[in-house]
């Protein structure tokens, strides 16, 4: 790309060249002086722009703190003694005598034959030819010419004067009177006396007697012969082909045209009333023709070789060492050994004590002290502060410069190469092992143990306890909280924005033009 870039530059210039050959040199960037009969010297004039720097007002908003003093109100909580008659329920346990009925399970070992069938597997290893399609992918490299457009954009500077309003504030602090009313607590201190009923337990320790049946395992050991199948695991190698695709590199060279090219100085005749009209002089001084100095571009175009690597796909066969496992089935016998449990009853005796209690109540005397507030009001006076902000306009005025960018557009064409890739279907065979399994029926025999269970019915008795709630009076001390406002002054700080206008250096740069235009003498080059 960057190549077409320069050889669109190089035809540019030659075009400009050879329409005002006898103009000037380089371009028209030099001017000739005449130093002598016959020879000329190049003043070579360089476009260099002037910068100045330039005072621009920009205005800026800055935020002042100002502490202000304001009042919050702040809730506290007060707590006030009081007494009340609460009622507490205590637990009293009684028993009353239940009788229930207890199925006990009675247990016995029986043995059933069962018949069952066992499948037995058989494996048997076949082979099949399957036919596959692999689509192999061929790649073209074309190309197609996008035409572009390029915006280059062009600055102007603009100045203009905006007016604008500034609010200035004012601030004025100014007061008020604020009444308000204090609670004051005043507390007095009071007795009473109080009667109240304890209950007062007491315990009997009792024995009953308890009659229970314990059954006792007796175990009884016992042999039998089971018949099982063990899967023993033969294993076999076999040789599997596999098809690999493996990428193999191909080198091959191809010839591609660079664009170039270099400068050369050749000398051309100029006539003096050629030269002086390009130099600004209308008249013709009517002096011999002269000899000038020219650089003109030629352009090359070089062919060279470079290597270029690409990679095809090709596909290897190989025997691959497969490792297949065949299971074989082989009768085992085994003697196992169990234990039969026999449960024998035996009737037992005890003696299970019980605590019994009894509530005996009792009347007793207390003095309670309590304390009884009366809130007594005061009123009270106080100035409060407050801050009143006015906001003065205030217009003022300030130059602004701008700049204004126009886009001017540009048509440009380029060559963009791209790919194109087709898949060519290509039709393969492989070679596939696998598996079927048969299933072979063997019948066999076992004894299988099995309990039946029997249930005896039971009469016991039991002591079940329940609980009785008796309500018992008594008197409670309680806090109780009370909120009281009253006014907290604070300091707040806030910020208020101010208007600054500030001088910021801008720096402005404009183009010095080029070759300015020399008064013309008759008898002398410009």
């Known amino acids: 790309m960057k190549t077409m870039y320069g050889v669109a530059a190089a035809a540019v210039l030659l075009v400009a060249a050879y329409t005002n050959t006898a103009g000037a040199a380089y371009f028209g960037a030099s001017c000739y002086q005449k130093a002598g009969c016959g020879v000329e010297v190049a003043e070579t004039c360089t476009q260099k722009p002037q910068c100045y720097t330039v005072m621009k007002t920009c205005r800026k908003v800055v935020y002042e703190k100002q502490q202000v003093t304001c009042y919050r109100t702040v809730r506290e909580t007060v707590c006030e003694t009081r007494t009340i008659d609460c009622v507490k329920y205590v637990p009293q346990t009684c028993y009353r005598e239940c009788t229930y009925t207890v ?5 016995e070992t029986c043995y059933r034959t069962v018949n069952y069938t066992v499948c037995r597997p058989v494996w048997e290893t076949k082979t099949k030819e399957v036919c596959y399609t692999v689509c192999r992918p061929v790649y073209e490299t074309c190309y197609r010419t996008v035409n572009y457009t390029v915006c280059r954009p062009v600055w102007e500077t603009k100045t203009k004067q905006v007016c604008y309003t500034v609010c200035k504030p004012v601030y004025e602090t100014c007061y008020r009177t604020v009444n308000y009313t204090v609670c004051k607590p005043v507390w007095e201190t009071k007795t009473k006396e109080v009667c109240y009923t304890v209950c007062k337990p007491v315990y009997e320790t009792c024995y009953r007697t308890c009659t229970y049946t314990v059954c006792k395992p007796v175990w009884e050991t016992k042999t039998r012969t089971v018949c099982y199948n063990v899967c023993k695991p033969v294993y076999e190698t076999c040789m599997k082909e596999v098809c690999e695709v493996v990428c193999k590199p191909v080198c091959y060279q191809k010839t591609i045209r660079t664009c170039g090219g270099h400068w050369e100085t050749c000398m051309i005749e100029d006539p003096c009333g050629v030269s002086q009209k390009s130099c600004g ?23 060279k070789t470079i290597d270029c690597v690409r990679y095809e796909r090709c596909v290897i066969k190989k025997q691959v060492p497969v490792t297949v496992c065949r299971m074989v089935s082989e009768p085992r016998t085994k003697t196992c ?91 393969r065979t492989k070679l596939c092992c696998y598996r079927v399994c048969h299933m072979v029926q063997e019948c066999c025999t076992k004894q299988v143990p099995y309990t039946v269970c029997r249930m005896v019915s039971q009469t016991c008795v039991k002591q079940v306890p329940y609980t009785v709630c008796k309500p018992v009076h008594y008197c409670k001390t309680i806090q109780v909280p009370k909120t009281v406002c009253r006014q907290v002054p604070c300091t707040v700080t806030r910020c208020v924005p101010k208007v600054v206008c500030e001088q910021v250096p801008v720096t402005v740069c404009c183009p010095t033009p080029c070759c300015p235009k020399k008064p013309c003498l008759l008898g002398k080059g410009c």
């Open 337 to 427: 050994t169990y234990q039969v449990c026999h449960m024998v009853r035996e009737c037992r005796t005890k003696q299970v004590p019980y605590t019994v209690c009894r509530m005996v109540p009792e009347t007793r005397t207390k003095l309670c002290t309590y304390r009884v507030c009366h809130m007594v009001q005061e009123c009270h006076t106080k100035q409060v502060p407050y801050t009143v902000c006015r906001m003065v306009p205030e217009t003022r005025t300030k130059l602004c410069t701008y700049r204004v960018c126009h886009m001017v557009q540009e048509c440009h064409s380029k060559q963009v190469p791209y790919t194109v890739c087709r898949m060519v279907p290509e039709t």
């Open 281 to 303: 002089c209308e008249q013709k001084c009517g002096c011999a023709p002269r000899m000038i100095c020219k650089r003109v571009w030629v352009p090359e175009v070089c062919e």
């Open 103 to 107: 199925c006990r399970p009675v247990y």
